[in-house]
């Protein structure tokens, strides 16, 4: 079955190391998006891609960074890792064809920085 | 700007009709959709509105009016496991990126 999955799930890191946090769908979707979710603020993008190659900054991008070298991944870097950044992180993909595509979503990443 | 305004908690007995309602300010307006989130989950799909009217889907139904900039979720005969996060987005016109509201918590008892 195609899915969507997230690695890893959990990651504790330190104030200043850079981390990366994997996405690989295997729907071979085009478009996919990362947010993450805080108490309060629901969910918010902070990158998202419609292709290879192509890259777009969400409402909250400062200090994350996305490649998009295939179709299937799109890995999320946090350059050096901030206290605030402490959230939940959904990746999510769609198709682009169809005004009712919907988004399908990762399992999340449970990201704490200290 | 993009404003998504929901009830951030609800609560509901077991068997009961609940509705969440959903208003929105977008710069543009190309459907509106509705996710299930239980707690530690992702979000799931539940409804899909882009023209005014309501769909029904099972025990859930979603309602829209665009010149009101309104839509609420409808759930019937609630169940336990209907205690989740209801998610409202709105998809501005012209992108696939989606605008989330905070979501609304609904606590079902029974």
């Known amino acids: 079955d195609a899915e969507i999955t997230q690695s890893p799930r959990h990651k504790i890191t330190e104030t200043g190391r850079q981390v990366t946090l994997a996405c690989h769908q295997t729907w071979n979707h085009n478009n996919m998006f990362w947010y993450r979710q805080d108490l309060g603020h629901g969910l918010r993008l902070i990158h998202y891609?419609?292709?290879?190659?192509?890259?777009n900054k969400g409402e909250v991008s400062d200090g994350y960074s996305v490649s998009r070298s295939n179709t299937e991944d799109l890995p999320l870097t946090l350059e050096s890792a901030a206290s605030s950044q402490t959230s939940v992180y959904f990746c999510?993909?769609?198709?682009?064809?169809?005004?009712?595509?919907?988004?399908?979503f990762g399992p999340g990443t449970r990201l704490t920085v200290l | 700007g993009q404003n998504i305004d929901q009830p951030t908690e609800m609560t509901a007995t077991e068997g009961a009709i609940v509705q969440i309602n959903c208003t929105y300010q977008?710069?543009?307006?190309?459907?509106l959709f509705w996710y299930q989130q239980h707690a530690g989950e992702a979000p799931t799909f539940l409804s899909y509105n882009v023209l005014d009217g309501l769909e029904e889907k099972g025990r859930f139904s979603s309602f829209l009016s665009r010149s009101k900039g309104y839509s609420y979720l409808l759930l019937k005969e609630l169940q336990m496991k209907d205690s989740a996060s209801y998610l409202c987005?709105?998809?501005?016109?012209?992108?696939?990126?989606?605008?989330f509201g905070t979501g609304t918590r609904l606590l079902v008892s029974p």
């Open positions: 999510a993909s769609s198709e682009s064809t169809q005004l009712t595509d919907t988004q399908y």
């Open positions: 987005a709105v998809r501005p016109t012209g992108f696939q990126k989606l605008v």
């Open positions: 977008t710069s543009g307006f190309n459907g």
């Open positions: 891609s419609y292709g290879v190659q192509d890259t």
